[in-house]
């Protein structure tokens, strides 16, 4: 009969490790089978962490969380930890005689009428390798065989060995997970430190001083500027210094997508709202909630769309598309644009009431041609980085390199600068980069030798000169027939081609 229950124990144990993913379920699923076959007043299982030689409570029948996760074992110590060291099992008739227990849960103290307990705990392994231990206290009874608990609880282990196994594998995965994201987001916050945006021109330090100012608060910020100023870093260093950098950071470019998804884009679509929307799908809002949401390129997005955005502004909600259920965030919006917003406003492209509530904190980028002073700065930067990128050393312009850096407008502002930089430092092989080592868009007439010898007095001279002759050989000296090619009339062309010396008479 005995047989016949500890088959139906284990069989149903089995049942319950494998009938769900959830390995911590199926623990907890196996603990309470044993509680009620074995009359059980609480069960552990413990893991060993190899690298700190330190023993956790993984799961635990009648046991509180905090309980659980404050009690610690270092190896050897107490039952458990001997259990585990030796890979033995140990069975004690009555804990109360027993000097090496040492109750680190603390709970049997606590009990109003003490209630004398036996204890088994059996090792589970890994082929040889102890890798934790299963742990039970049952009511003390004269007649119950504890050597026979023991075996059935061995057996146990055993079944259990490998979901311990996969929890170790999981938590350890777990806390290296935990640990790069840690470290990446601490990187991101040394990277877009407001410091970290080169420029030391005065019109730099008011976008720092405002940035600080800002940063800190929940208010919309729409920033300002021409393409490749680096609007992107404003909007990073107002996330990763505000109170919600360890939220989310969204970033859409409203330009990037195509008109009739944007919606579904930013707000999200139910499943069936149009062709091709087999799933539910979260929008980019939803998934910035509790963080920052940044809209580049904000002056592309249509009117349509612009209405749902200014309520999402205003009222922090909005629905699904396809959906009725009114979602609520906690979102605060960055916004960027190199458009002129007030003439769009005008024109009738962009909405007034949008407009104002993005305009709340405006931060003005300055292109490069009006911050020379750190073009230098800037290169030297860019030098450093993508020198170390490439694996060379280069250590510094040439003279002439520098003039042309500082003669040349920047049309494309900081991104073209660095592209300028990182082609350079490709084409270079020694330690410094020369002139001809930057892009023919920074040539200048001085560096290669194409300055035009004439005034310009004197080249609209030659210009006219050779258009009038021109004229009077295709008209063959007919006056009439040349100034009506070039346009104009008799009296004028005739005073033009005496002031240049051209007689028609020759033509004919």
Same mark, same amino acid.
């Given at each position: 009969?005995?047989? @016949?229950?500890?088959?139906?124990? #284990?069989?149903?144990?089995?049942?319950?490790?494998?009938?769900?993913?959830?390995?911590?379920?199926?623990?907890?699923?196996?603990?309470?089978?044993?509680?009620?076959?074995?009359?059980?007043?609480?069960?552990?299982?413990? @893991?060993?962490?190899?690298?700190?030689?330190? *023993?956790?409570?993984?799961?635990?029948?009648?046991?509180? #969380?905090? !309980?659980?996760?404050?009690?610690?074992?270092?190896?050897?110590?107490?039952?458990?930890?001997?259990?585990?060291?030796?890979?033995?099992?140990?069975? *004690?008739?009555? /804990?109360?005689?027993?000097?090496?227990?040492?109750?680190?849960?603390?709970?049997?103290?606590?009990?109003?009428?003490?209630?004398?307990?036996?204890? *088994?705990?059996?090792?589970?392994?890994?082929?040889?390798?102890?890798?934790?231990?299963?742990?039970?206290?049952?009511?003390?009874?004269?007649?119950?065989?504890?050597?026979?608990?023991?075996?059935?609880?061995?057996?146990?282990?055993?079944?259990?060995?490998?979901?311990?196994?996969?929890?170790?594998?999981?938590?350890?995965?777990?806390?290296?997970?935990?640990?790069?994201?840690?470290?990446?987001?601490?990187?991101?916050?040394?990277?877009?430190?407001?410091?970290?945006?080169?420029?030391?021109?005065?019109? &730099?330090?008011?976008?720092?001083?405002?940035?600080?100012?800002?940063?800190?608060?929940?208010?919309?910020?729409?920033?300002?500027?021409?393409?490749?100023?680096?609007?992107?870093?404003?909007?990073?260093?107002?996330?990763?210094?505000?109170?919600?950098?360890?939220? =989310?950071?969204?970033?859409?470019?409203?330009?990037? /997508? =195509?008109?009739?998804?944007?919606?579904?884009?930013?707000?999200?679509? +139910?499943?069936?709202?149009?062709?091709?929307?087999?799933?539910?799908?979260?929008?980019?809002?939803?998934?910035?909630?509790?963080?920052?949401?940044?809209?580049?390129?904000?002056?592309?997005?249509?009117?349509?769309?612009?209405?749902n955005l200014l309520r999402v502004l205003q009222e922090k909600e909005f629905e699904r598309v396809g959906g009725q259920r009114t979602i609520k965030v906690d979102v605060r919006i960055v916004a960027a644009t190199n458009k002129n917003l007030e003439q769009a406003?005008?024109?009738?492209?962009?909405?007034?009431?949008?407009?104002?509530?993005?305009?709340?904190?405006?931060?003005? &980028?300055? =292109?490069?041609?009006?911050?020379?002073?750190?073009?230098?700065?800037?290169?030297?930067?860019?030098?450093?980085?993508?020198?170390?990128?490439?694996?060379?050393?280069?250590?510094?312009?040439?003279?002439?390199? /520098?003039?042309?850096? &500082?003669?040349?407008?920047?049309?494309?502002?900081?991104? +073209?600068?660095?592209?300028? *930089?990182?082609?350079? @430092?490709?084409?270079?092989?020694?330690?410094?980069?020369?002139?001809?080592?930057?892009?023919?868009?920074?040539?200048?007439?001085?560096?290669?030798? !194409?300055?035009?010898?004439?005034?310009?007095?004197?080249?609209?001279?030659?210009?006219?000169?050779? &258009?009038?002759?021109?004229?009077?050989?295709?008209?063959?000296?007919?006056?009439?027939?040349?100034?009506?090619?070039?346009?104009?009339?008799?009296?004028?062309?005739?005073?033009?081609?005496?002031?240049?010396?051209v007689h028609y008479a020759q033509y004919r």
């Amino acid at each position: 009969m005995k047989r @016949i229950e500890d088959a139906t124990l #284990l069989y149903e144990i089995s049942q319950a490790l494998s009938e769900s993913l959830d390995l911590k379920k199926s623990l907890y699923k196996a603990l309470d089978i044993l509680s009620s076959s074995m009359d059980m007043v609480r069960g552990t299982v413990s @893991i060993l962490d190899p690298l700190r030689n330190e *023993i956790n409570i993984e799961v635990a029948h009648s046991l509180s #969380l905090s !309980t659980i996760e404050r009690t610690k074992y270092k190896l050897g110590e107490g039952i458990t930890g001997r259990v585990i060291q030796t890979g033995k099992a140990v069975t *004690i008739p009555k /804990i109360s005689e027993e000097p090496l227990f040492l109750d680190r849960t603390a709970v049997r103290k606590k009990l109003k009428d003490f209630q004398e307990l036996s204890f *088994i705990c059996v090792p589970i392994k890994k082929g040889n390798q102890v890798i934790g231990a299963l742990s039970v206290d049952r009511p003390y009874e004269e007649s119950y065989n504890l050597k026979d608990g023991q075996k059935l609880l061995s057996v146990v282990a055993t079944m259990l060995a490998q979901h311990v196994v996969n929890l170790e594998i999981i938590r350890r995965e777990k806390d290296q997970l935990r640990a790069e994201n840690q470290r990446l987001r601490d990187e991101l916050e040394n990277k877009y430190r407001i410091t970290n945006i080169v420029g030391n021109s005065n019109k &730099m330090r008011e976008v720092f001083q405002m940035i600080s100012q800002v940063c800190k608060s929940n208010a919309t910020v729409l920033v300002r500027g021409e393409s490749g100023t680096g609007k992107e870093l404003v909007a990073n260093s107002v996330h990763y210094n505000s109170n919600r950098a360890k939220g =989310p950071f969204i970033k859409v470019n409203c330009a990037a /997508i =195509p008109a009739n998804l944007i919606e579904s884009e930013l707000f999200g679509h +139910e499943k069936g709202a149009f062709t091709g929307a087999i799933k539910q799908k979260l929008g980019k809002f939803e998934l910035a909630h509790k963080g920052t949401i940044f809209l580049d390129e904000i002056g592309s997005v249509g009117l349509d769309v612009q209405s749902n955005l200014l309520r999402v502004l205003q009222e922090k909600e909005f629905e699904r598309v396809g959906g009725q259920r009114t979602i609520k965030v906690d979102v605060r919006i960055v916004a960027a644009t190199n458009k002129n917003l007030e003439q769009a406003v005008e024109d009738g492209t962009f909405r007034g009431d949008l407009y104002y509530r993005l305009n709340v904190f405006p931060i003005y &980028m300055p =292109p490069l041609r009006e911050r020379k002073t750190d073009i230098l700065l800037l290169s030297d930067f860019f030098l450093e980085v993508y020198s170390k990128e490439n694996n060379k050393s280069i250590k510094r312009f040439s003279t002439p390199a /520098i003039d042309m850096l &500082m003669a040349y407008h920047w049309p494309g502002n900081v991104r +073209e600068l660095e592209n300028c *930089i990182e082609r350079a @430092i490709l084409l270079c092989d020694g330690g410094v980069i020369h002139s001809y080592h930057l892009p023919p868009t920074l040539q200048t007439g001085r560096e290669s030798g !194409t300055l035009p010898e004439l005034s310009l007095e004197d080249a609209v001279a030659n210009l006219e000169r050779e &258009m009038i002759i021109d004229a009077l050989k295709n008209s063959r000296g007919n006056i009439t027939a040349a100034a009506e090619v070039l346009k104009t009339t008799v009296r004028k062309f005739a005073y033009k081609a005496k002031r240049h010396g051209v007689h028609y008479a020759q033509y004919r």
